[in-house]
């Protein structure tokens, strides 16, 4: 890597972490070049469309039991609710002035948001979209640095909150509870750790047989332009370390924190993804929409490169599994990227009840739909 990483990186910070200065290579100030979904490219037999606009800095999305998509953000500090069906689609703001609500999850009628310190709960929230409750302060104790402070938010299997707790760094040995992925009960009790040495996780998923927890983890800047990789990695026991920031891609001993033969301590990566690709947002597909081939896999959105002299992601990766294990990564969705600037940077991944695909996107602030046939 050639550029100023210190920098690009404090630019990032002040910019939200959505738009990046020209030194950063990709990105340049005001607004982003027009939408151009025709140059979208998928198999056979698939499409995209804009599902759903006018969603600043869209982010994390969540599915409520009525059909709402709650949609977090970063730089806009804004929740967001969707509702409706094409035109007459609407956005509704149901919590504004936040810090980097990135994190949103829906879990029995109430509405589950991450902030950078806090996380907090909006009761019965889609009896209440015209006017939202005050929000219900579950955890205000968490870390409150800004880089990679930013969170992912789920309720696992067991009923409980699974977040992100970022390295308030590109490379150091912060120490618990940052590097890892924690969780806590539904009332803001029970802090644990359940997974160390995760440098920047923001997005995870179960998978829909095993119930293990599969997590992106986006590697370390300042390693050159093609190391390390980003990384796929799953949970098989709590507690588990991966690597940061001694070990990175489960082979890259760190020149500063690791030792030789580091590596063989740690777990490494399920798949090794790009590198600097920043895969986030990740989920199994279990829908009939699509093909047979595609039920059990994992779809990765990649948001894209800040810091190589070439940029690579800005799409939609497909990770095949055969008996539970990875044996193939390839692009599934491509077109953000053209001649080397970006238009949009794919977020998240929702699966919708009739199994299409939502994608969103916060530098164009809006979600794709992606669906199979006619």
Request: charged share 20%; proline share 9%.
């Amino acid at each position: 890597m050639r550029h100023d990483a210190v920098s690009c990186l404090t630019a990032l910070v002040f910019a939200g972490a959505v738009f990046a200065l020209p030194a950063c290579g990709q990105f340049q100030p005001g607004p982003p070049p027009p939408v151009q979904i025709e140059s979208i490219r998928l198999p056979a037999g698939f499409r995209i469309e804009v599902w759903a606009e006018n969603i600043p800095g869209a982010r994390s999305l969540a599915l409520g039991a009525d059909g709402t998509v709650f949609v977090g953000s970063q730089r806009a500090g804004v929740v967001y609710a969707v509702r409706g069906a094409g035109g007459a689609r609407r956005v509704l703001p149901i919590a504004t002035g936040l810090n980097q609500p990135n994190g949103v999850a829906f879990h029995d009628g109430d509405l589950y948001v991450a902030e950078i310190s806090r996380i907090s709960r909006f009761e019965d929230i889609e009896s209440r979209l015209e006017d939202p409750p005050a929000p219900l302060v579950l955890n205000d104790a968490l870390p409150a640095d800004r880089l990679h402070g930013w969170k992912y938010l789920q309720v696992g299997p067991d009923g409980k909150l699974y977040f992100g707790i970022g390295a308030p760094c590109n490379i150091c040995e912060p120490g618990d509870p940052y590097a890892s992925i924690a969780r806590m009960n539904l009332d803001g009790t029970g802090l644990e750790v359940v997974a160390r040495g995760v440098r920047n996780t923001v997005g995870f998923d179960w998978h829909p047989e095993t119930g293990e927890l599969w997590f992106t983890d986006n590697g370390r800047d300042n390693l050159g332009n093609d190391a390390p990789p980003d990384e796929l990695n799953r949970v098989t026991e709590e507690g588990q370390h991966f690597g940061y920031p001694y070990c990175h891609g489960g082979l890259i001993e760190d020149p500063e924190f690791g030792t030789p033969g580091a590596c063989a301590a740690y777990r490494g990566p399920a798949r090794r993804l790009g590198p600097h690709v920043a895969a986030i947002g990740m989920a199994f597909y279990t829908g009939g929409m699509f093909p047979e081939a595609y039920r059990g896999q994992i779809f990765v959105a990649e948001h894209g490169s800040w810091n190589r002299d070439t940029p690579i992601g800005y799409r939609l990766s497909l990770v095949r599994l055969e008996d539970g294990d990875p044996v193939a990564y390839e692009p599934f969705a491509s077109g953000w990227l053209e001649g080397g600037m970006a238009w949009g940077r794919p977020v998240d991944v929702l699966q919708m009840p009739d199994g299409s695909l939502l994608v969103s996107d916060d530098r164009q602030g809006l979600i794709y739909r992606i669906a199979y046939g006619d």
